[in-house]
């Protein structure tokens, strides 16, 4: 083994796997900015990521977020 291996996908047993569909209107890749801004605007909303936020498991007020991001990032998405 030479260290490198590929990453396991995690699986929920008794959940339904969400998937994020975007549509990104000049069908582009996100620059290193734009992955940046990402970045941030994910870590800006702790509801997101963090175990200990109250709205973590609120799924309307998490859609909320990722609309917000998306707005942001300028690129529409939908979550199923």
């Known amino acids: 083994m030479d260290g490198t291996s590929?990453?396991?996908p995690v699986t929920q047993s008794s959940k339904k796997q969400k998937t994020l569909q975007?549509?990104?209107?000049?069908?582009?890749?996100?620059?290193?900015?734009?992955k940046k801004q990402l970045c941030?605007?994910?870590?800006?909303?702790?509801?997101?990521?963090s175990l200990l936020d109250p709205l973590y498991r609120d799924r309307n007020a998490t859609n909320?977020?990722?609309?917000?991001?998306?707005?942001?990032?300028?690129?529409?998405?939908k979550v199923d």
């Open 64 to 77: 909320v977020a990722w609309s917000e991001i998306s707005s942001e990032l300028g690129v529409s998405g």
């Open 6 to 8: 590929d990453p396991v």
């Open 22 to 34: 975007v549509s990104n209107p000049a069908n582009e890749t996100l620059s290193v900015e734009g």
């Open 40 to 49: 941030a605007l994910i870590q800006s909303k702790p509801l997101l990521w």
